[in-house]
């Protein structure tokens, strides 16, 4: 099946599901991608992790049987996770990202939550048809205008020569190490998405540093292992 066909596939199967969908690119272009972390090859097949959040079902859940969603959420800045208890009203791909939107109960206010941020399992709670989003909610609007991409933090990463050819297009700077392996500056913004990029590459990168996105490594690839 092509990939032109899936995208099709995939989108009609979210609408039935009252699930809003949003493409990076339009879907009729070949080169569109929604909820696969596909490789970029640059000369050699990479090896990658699957693109797949562990919260996803959870929240598609919550949306599609208009129940609340209650979850661990480690917001950017924050040294321990918060439990939060959300309204759902979709779950939106946003810039290569998956996030879920709506009514943040505890805080009495609209928020977007970035589902690499959520730590353990989500959970739909409360009776089945209680939550429902606003008329004419723009989902697309709100993550554009809540969720932040610009990278704030620079991360070096090793990688083995050969290798990472997506992240060596990226990187800010990249030196030769004494070991034989390339020494990237990359910037993030979310340590727990960079992380999920950083574990496809297996035993070809390794985080040197910040501790946190070094320990976001660690934790992902631990919950693969489990």
């Not at 699957?50 to 480690?74: D, I, K, N």
């Not at 399992?121 to 429902?132: D, E, F, I, W």
């Amino acid at each position: 099946i092509g990939r032109k066909r899936l995208l099709n596939i995939l989108q009609h199967r979210c609408e039935a599901l009252g699930v809003e969908l949003v493409f990076e690119t339009n879907v009729d272009d070949e080169h569109a991608a929604a909820g696969v972390d596909a490789p970029e090859a640059g000369g050699a097949l990479e090896p990658r992790v699957g693109a797949g959040e562990p919260a996803f079902e959870a929240c598609l859940s919550a949306v599609t049987e208009g129940r609340s969603l209650q979850f661990s959420y480690r917001a950017s800045g924050r040294p321990a996770p918060e439990e939060r208890i959300v309204d759902p009203w979709g779950v939106v791909w946003w810039h290569g990202r998956w996030y879920v939107v709506g009514h943040d109960t505890g805080r009495n206010d609209v928020r977007v939550f970035r589902l690499s941020r959520i730590v353990g399992a989500a959970a739909p709670v409360g009776a089945p048809g209680t939550v429902k989003a606003p008329p004419d909610t723009d989902l697309r609007a709100l993550v554009a205008r809540m969720a932040g991409d610009d990278p704030s933090t620079t991360a070096t990463v090793r990688v083995r020569p050969g290798t990472a050819w997506a992240l060596r297009r990226e990187a800010g700077a990249s030196t030769p190490g004494d070991d034989g392996w390339d020494r990237l500056e990359l910037g993030y913004s979310d340590p727990e998405r960079f992380a999920q990029r950083i574990a496809g590459y297996g035993a070809d990168a390794v985080v040197e540093g910040p501790d946190e996105a070094r320990e976001a490594v660690v934790r992902r690839l631990e919950s693969l292992t489990t």
